[in-house]
């Protein structure tokens, strides 16, 4: 049966089962008749979003059988008894049993039409319900978080769901715009630290003089124009996470204070022999090769050992292509929903600039260009700039494309190779090609 709201009418007595059509149709309430509740529990699947409105008295399993075992499959379906004169205990007992509600025969089409839209109505909103749960769940799912079908974000998934709950320090590699810091607060909210604060610092957006005070605190009267006590971002930390944004920029004496704190787990405020014992797990990111910058005199080694425990690294958005229309519906949702508009549809010309537009911003310049569609603007400032290498890009475009359709194809068929090539129009044969071609599951 199909995903509409509508109604199954479970009813074996044939003129009363038409007059039960008849007067939901003319009131425009889809519907459909059965004569047994076998053929009903057919027909309702684990999809099924209508209501059913079923006779007690039926042949084979009776109507309230047919109550318990629907309830068992969907708490929150409603079920409609239909009761002759002497079973009125009989449906008050199954309502306690989850019955929605029950209508004595004879009983009037008004009647039927009013208790059925009721039902319905319920049902509509508690499926609304189920949906906005569900939504949440995504939402909170590292899923939901770090999307992407392609190889390198699966990959990705797996190795935060592996270290994230460990004490581990992290080093995220990665170009602007890839997403760093949210992956850092995936690691911190799927640990056992998501209760305590993550601490954020922007290493290159701190002036020197200002960064030793910022990150390890400092006494009052410690310096000039330092009022009273403040707490640095490592002990604001504490039992938390500590993220570490562009580490790169970090002047050479401070990685040197840093090392000693992450070695000893104490720290000294400015202007205070007192240690502080602090426990903070880190988490730093870069843009840059710290290997190279460390043997260019830039970044300390033994600093770049000591965060570089896990490395997890951000590949550019261009290099995985057939994650860009799943990101942008994302973010064309995000955006339409705070700018309060209606979602556009995407046009072939914006899906292809999409797909060949070489994203020196990747997915922050996405997320961008999205909000500029979603308030009606071109998404692109010249019509039909796709920018970057356009002969190159093409090719990369068309494969990400076709990786894109088939890894829909698979979601939806549950990895069938057979239902998902009838579904392309594609040889079985030539799709388990691909398949093998672009790494897919299935």
């Known amino acids: 049966m199909n995903n509409d709201l509508s ?4 009813e074996d007595d044939p003129h009363v089962l038409l007059g039960c059509q008849q007067a939901l149709t003319l009131e425009d309430i889809p519907c459909i008749g059965v004569g047994s509740a076998e053929e009903a529990l057919e027909r309702v699947g684990d999809n099924f979003a209508g209501i059913v409105i079923s006779d007690i008295r039926l042949p084979g399993i009776d109507g309230l059988e047919l109550l318990t075992r629907l309830k068992a499959r ?3 379906l409603p079920v409609v008894l239909i009761t002759g ?5 009989m449906a008050v007992g199954a309502m306690q049993k989850g019955a929605y509600d029950f209508m004595e025969k004879p009983f009037s089409p008004e009647r039927l039409v009013d208790v059925a839209r009721r039902a319905l ?7 609304e319900v189920t949906s906005l749960r569900r939504q949440l769940a995504e939402r909170d799912s590292l899923e939901g978080r770090i999307i992407g079908r392609s190889p ?3 990959n990705l998934r ?46 290159g957006g701190l002036p020197e003089n200002l960064f030793e005070s910022e990150i390890f605190g400092h006494e009052a009267n410690a310096f000039t124009g330092a009022g009273k006590r403040r707490i640095g971002k490592i002990e604001h930390a504490d039992g938390g996470t500590l993220f570490l944004d562009e580490v790169e920029s970090m002047p050479l004496p401070l990685q040197i204070k840093l090392l000693r704190v992450l070695q000893e787990r104490t720290l000294e405020r400015l202007g205070s022999n007192q240690s502080v014992a602090v426990d903070c797990r880190v988490i730093a990111a870069t843009k840059s090769d ?30 995985r292509r057939e994650d860009i229309l799943q990101l942008f519906e994302h973010f064309l949702q995000q955006s339409s929903l705070r700018f309060d508009r209606a979602v556009p549809e995407l046009d072939n010309q914006t899906v292809s600039n999409l797909m060949s537009h070489d994203w020196p911003g990747n997915v922050r310049e996405l997320r961008n260009v999205a909000e500029r569609f979603a308030l009606g603007l071109p998404a692109f400032k010249k019509p039909g700039a796709g920018g970057g290498n356009q002969g190159l890009a093409f090719a990369e475009a068309v494969e990400a494309f076709e990786r894109n359709l088939l890894s829909d194809a698979l979601l939806r068929s549950g990895g069938n ?8 129009g594609m040889a079985k044969t030539t799709l388990f090609d691909k398949v093998k071609k672009y790494g897919l599951s299935h």
Do not use: W
């Open 290 to 319: 710290l290997v190279e910058s460390s043997k260019a005199g830039e970044f300390r080694s033994d600093l770049y050992y000591r965060l570089n425990v896990v490395t997890l690294e951000l590949p550019p958005l261009r290099e």
């Open 74 to 76: 969907d708490r929150s």
């Open 152 to 154: 390198a974000m699966q």
């Open 121 to 127: 109505e319920q049902r509509s909103l508690a499926r």
């Open 7 to 10: 109604v199954l009418i479970v």
């Open 85 to 89: 004169h002497g079973d009125i205990s």
């Open 417 to 424: 190779l057979t239902q998902a090539s009838l579904e392309l």
């Open 158 to 203: 797996e190795l935060i769901a592996n270290v994230a709950d460990t004490s581990a320090n992290v080093l995220i590699e990665g170009e602007t715009g890839t997403g760093k810091e949210l992956v850092a607060r995936c690691l911190h909210d799927f640990s056992r630290r998501h209760t305590k604060q993550f601490v954020a610092l922007n290493c």
